[in-house]
């Protein structure tokens, strides 16, 4: 009777450790011309990241923003306010990777998304970036929190069509490509 009474408090206990795990959202990045990018958050990993992520999402921040830096073979980027790098949102997030001490376990594999920040590791707001490749040197350096799940052609297109003025993936403001809205389509 023992027996039984500690499995069943083992079962239960491991039922509940599995349901503390959230689920994870998804977002549609609808971008004009070029069609929609669905990606799955992970709030497991990158809780903080999300919630912020999330929330600007929900006010319509990214509505009219755009991907201001892009490089083929790296990643597109965009968050920003004032389309070149130097804004964000008012609210700043500590950095979830592990070289900030906070353990995240995504990759920064082809279609992973993560938040762009400055030398700062507690710099992050709104500015984000999808990579078009993987780049592994990223890995812990950066808050990675979610892989697009369908979309992938509308990245390489925007990452093969750019037009860089710089080394550093700078795109003139008239040829930006334009997130008409992020939208949450799964909770």
């Known amino acids: ?22 689920s994870k959202p998804v977002v549609c990045i609808d971008v004009e011309e070029y069609g929609k990018i669905y990606v799955e958050l992970d709030p497991n990993e990158a809780p903080k ?16 923003l755009t991907f201001h830096r ?55 707001s709104s500015q984000f970036f999808i990579m078009h490749q993987t780049n592994d040197s990223l890995d812990g350096q950066y808050a ?9 052609k509308v990245v390489d297109e925007i990452a093969e069509m750019a037009e860089p003025t710089d080394n550093n993936g700078t795109i003139d403001k008239e040829d930006q490509p334009v997130i008409k809205s992020i939208r949450v389509v799964k909770s």
């Open 1 to 22: 009777m023992k027996k039984i009474i500690s499995l069943s408090l083992l079962f239960f206990l491991c039922l509940s450790l599995v349901s503390c795990k959230k």
């Open 70 to 124: 892009i490089i083929s073979g790296f990643m597109i980027q965009g968050g920003d306010p004032n389309g070149d790098g130097t804004g964000g949102s008012k609210k700043k997030v500590k950095g979830e990777f592990s070289q900030n001490g906070v353990e995240n376990n995504i990759k920064h594999t082809r279609g992973t998304i993560s938040m762009a920040r400055s030398t700062d590791y507690n710099s992050a």
């Open 144 to 152: 990675a929190f979610g892989h697009v799940t369908k979309g992938m």
């Open 49 to 64: 990241t999300v919630e912020n992520f999330l929330n600007l999402v929900n006010k319509k921040f990214y509505d009219g």
